[in-house]
């Protein structure tokens, strides 16, 4: 079983920055493509980041330029740094991963999920 654990949520004014841990079981970094997902209330859960079993990442527009993902493989940790923060990121981040080889950006090719970290931003 993959197990993701969320954590480094928090409340910060816009502007300001967290850095988001997502402990994961095993090998599960470096073996799958590991991916961040937001879900606002009353909005659909939406891609943010994503990073390759090769380390390549690739981003939603809305954050690419002030969101870094990254892992640490010994940790068994991804990362993502979120910086500029503004009150439309507010969300609960879920990390997500899969064993597939080519994961669309969508919640559907993620089997499995966290528990999610709230990140609220104030204006």
């Known amino acids: 079983q993959v197990q993701l654990v969320e954590s480094g949520g928090g409340l910060v004014e816009a502007g300001g920055s967290l850095r988001l841990s997502c402990a994961a079981s095993?090998?599960?970094?470096?073996?799958?493509?590991m991916a961040w997902f937001r879900q606002a209330p009353g909005k659909e859960r939406e891609f943010v980041a994503r990073i390759w079993r090769t380390g390549s990442t690739d981003y939603a527009d809305s954050v690419k330029g002030r969101f870094t993902i990254s892992r640490d493989n010994a940790k068994n940790t991804v990362y993502l740094q979120l910086n500029n923060l503004q009150p439309e990121d507010t969300a609960v981040y879920y990390c997500a991963a899969t064993s597939g080889m080519w994961p669309q950006r969508s919640t559907s090719s993620y089997a499995y999920w966290g528990q999610g970290t709230q990140v609220s931003v104030s204006s």
């Open positions: 095993e090998r599960t970094v470096s073996n799958y493509v």
